[in-house]
């Protein structure tokens, strides 16, 4: 079955710090990627998804990009970290056979 | 692009009774509507999922209805217990694989 590792757990940063999150994904190969990310409180917005390696598609334009150098590695980067990029981010994968399979999850605090 | 809006965004129920969560939908194409279980500092769980060929699908106390001609889809979850205190997302997509559009979120509590 289909595992997404995602790392760190949680983060603390100062504004205009540098930031990449990390997901994985085992048993599965060529899966399509998604980032989402969670105010607190809020819902969840789509901020990126990739069909396959290099191919990334932005739902909202922002202070972050994402990059999917391996077909099971998807990365979410910021040169300059804002406040309202603090949240809690999730990566997402078509489970098996419906839905997603969501990551752990990265609660990120900018500072 | 789809558009998926949820009410009411809380729900307060005495064990017992139940709950009825209601999403409405924008993109007639839409064909496969999950819904989402999150507790609290987790991550979202796949509670229970229904496709546009079927209008009802059940699994114990939840259950599913959708309305294709309305475009809405409402979660019911019967006979309410405490740990079905969480938040809960209705979601819709052209199909199972392709990217999610998610309502706002319905902060359920059940009150013992």
């Known amino acids: 079955s289909q595992t997404i590792h995602q790392w760190p757990a949680t983060l603390v940063q100062p504004v205009g710090s540098p930031l990449s999150l990390e997901c994985t994904v085992e048993g599965t190969s060529n899966p399509n990627l998604y980032w989402y990310r969670q105010a607190a409180g809020r819902g969840l917005q789509l901020l990126f998804y990739?069909?396959?390696?290099?191919?990334i598609s932005s739902e909202v334009p922002q202070n972050l990009s994402a990059s999917r150098p391996q077909d099971r590695q998807f990365i979410l980067s910021s040169k300059k970290l804002l406040l309202s990029d603090s949240g809690f981010y999730l990566c997402?994968?078509?489970?098996?056979?419906?839905?997603?399979?969501f990551g752990s999850g990265t609660r990120l605090t900018v500072v | 692009g789809e558009n998926v809006e949820q009410h009411p965004s809380t729900l307060s129920v005495q064990e017992g009774d139940s709950a009825v969560i209601k999403c409405t939908y924008s993109d007639s194409a839409s064909n496969y509507f999950p819904w989402y279980k999150q507790e609290l500092g987790k991550r979202p769980q796949l509670i229970i999922d229904?496709?546009?060929?079927?209008g009802e699908k059940k699994d114990q106390r939840i259950a599913v209805t959708l309305n294709k001609t309305a475009k809405h889809f409402s979660l019911h979850i019967t006979e309410t217990q405490p740990e079905d205190s969480a938040v809960y997302f209705c979601?819709?997509?052209?199909?199972?694989?392709?990217?999610?559009?998610f309502g706002g979120g319905t902060r359920v509590l059940v009150k013992p």
């Open positions: 979601a819709a997509s052209g199909a199972a694989g392709n990217k999610l559009t």
């Open positions: 997402a994968s078509p489970g098996s056979p419906y839905g997603y399979t």
């Open positions: 229904i496709r546009s060929n079927v």
């Open positions: 990739s069909v396959g390696i290099g191919q």
